[in-house]
């Protein structure tokens, strides 16, 4: 195994936190493809079993006569169920050395806030608009399109959320805060290097893993996956050019700050 690790080619540069993982723990992370559907799959598995516990729980406690607070408890429940995702990616990956690489946040550099903020630059000037002529060119004929379509102005609405129970600190906790950081480990951190290690063109290592985590989702309809397509590209690009995972994470909590914040928003200051 030694004389084949010796000959493998590594393609990270030297800046990239994967550059100096051991040459015993390269071959088990280009071994890990399945990974790339094994982990979206547990994500999603993880998030219905941690609800349907939680909504029992509640239910039982509270005889679900009160329903004021059963967002709070979806919510709080997907939250953990992303915690969960991360504590076993961690657990994994640290079996490949490699989990100190993928979950590289901190210390975050000033270069990262950089990349970061022209990743989110990029989705609201370029990819905002790509993602709505699509969908509306592929809602022309919706039955051939999968997850449905959306309406702009209803793809992100705190205030709907929040007249349906769910009280702002879960909003935040999950949207702003957990589901950015765990997704980007995974996306960024991990599939996207492992991808590159196999020998995948970086330029479709970024697309593929950005395929991957549009679909993911799927259950917000048509246009919310294009929208996450081109945020994961400029979040991929983010990743590779400063060789870690933080300018991905602060992207991707900017943006979903913007989307859950200033475009109800700015729909809302437009239409008075």
Do not use: K
Request: hydrophobic share 60%; proline share 5%; charged share 10%.
């Amino acid at each position: 195994m030694s004389a084949t690790t010796r000959t493998l080619r590594w393609p990270f540069r030297e800046h990239d936190v994967f550059a100096p993982l051991l040459e015993e723990h390269r071959l088990p992370v280009i071994h890990t493809l399945p990974g790339v559907i094994v982990w979206p799959i547990l994500l999603f598995i993880l998030a219905f079993c941690f609800q349907f516990v939680a909504v029992a729980i509640w239910s039982v406690l509270t005889g679900a006569e009160d329903m004021s607070h059963f967002m709070t408890v979806v919510f709080g429940a997907s939250a953990a169920a992303y915690l969960m995702l991360g504590v076993l990616m961690w657990v994994r990956f640290s079996r490949y050395g490699a989990h100190r690489a993928a979950f590289s946040i901190l210390p975050a550099r000033a270069s990262e806030f950089l990349a970061a903020f022209m990743a989110l630059a990029f989705v609201i000037t370029i990819g905002g608009r790509l993602s709505v002529q699509f969908h509306d060119f592929a809602m022309l004929d919706p039955t051939l399109t999968i997850g449905g379509g959306a309406d702009p102005d209803t793809v992100s609405n705190i205030d709907e959320f929040v007249s349906q129970g769910a009280a702002m600190w879960s909003l935040i906790l999950l949207t702003i805060i957990i589901a950015p950081i765990v997704e980007e480990v995974l996306f960024r951190g991990w599939m996207l290097p492992m991808m590159m290690a196999r020998g995948v063109p970086i330029i479709f290592a970024i697309l593929i893993s950005s395929l991957a985590f549009g679909l993911i989702h799927i259950g917000q309809g048509l246009l919310v996956m294009t929208t996450t397509f081109f945020l994961g590209v400029a979040l991929g690009t983010a990743r590779v050019v400063t060789g870690r995972v933080a300018a991905p994470m602060l992207g991707h909590m900017a943006n979903n700050a913007w989307a859950v914040f200033m475009v109800p928003y700015l729909i809302n200051l437009n239409a008075g």
